[in-house]
Each structure stands twice: as structure tokens, then as C-alpha cells.
């Protein structure tokens, strides 16, 4: 609840101003965190809630920096 929290301003700027943050490394984040997710020895939501939250998180923040691009938008 904390890191969801605390990830509003990222959103807002990501939002107004796309031009200061890179894709990228939310991309690359992203696939980390999946990996990550990927790596957890069982099935246990404990283990996987942060790396589960850091993907859907990661890879929403790269979507919002490229929707221009993703909708058609010019």
C-alpha cells in the first residue's frame, strides 16, 4: 500500500510530462520484475506480491510514457 502510495508522483509526471522520463528503463524494469516473479521457488503470495505490484507498476508507467505512440495519438 506504501509503494502504490508513494508511486502517485511518478504518475502525474509521467503523465504531464513524458518527455523528462526515459521508457526504457521502466521497460527493462519491468522485465526484471517479471523475471523476478519468475524466480520464486513456489507459489506463495508472500514471495510474489512485490515483484507482481513492481511489473503491473513498471510496465504501466512505460505505457503512459509511450501512449502517443501505443493509441495513435500524434
Do not use: C, H
Not at 8 to 36: H, Q
Amino acid at each position: 500500500l506504501v509503494a502504490a502510495i508513494a508511486s502517485i508522483p511518478t504518475y502525474k509526471k509521467a503523465w504531464t510530462r513524458p518527455d523528462t522520463e526515459t521508457s526504457i528503463s521502466y521497460s527493462v524494469g519491468a522485465i526484471a520484475a517479471a523475471l523476478s516473479a519468475v524466480s520464486v521457488g513456489r507459489l506463495d503470495f508472500v514471495l510474489l506480491i512485490l515483484p507482481v505490484y513492481s511489473v503491473m507498476y513498471q510496465s504501466s508507467v512505460a505505457v503512459i510514457l509511450n501512449r502517443d505512440r501505443i493509441f495513435g495519438r500524434t
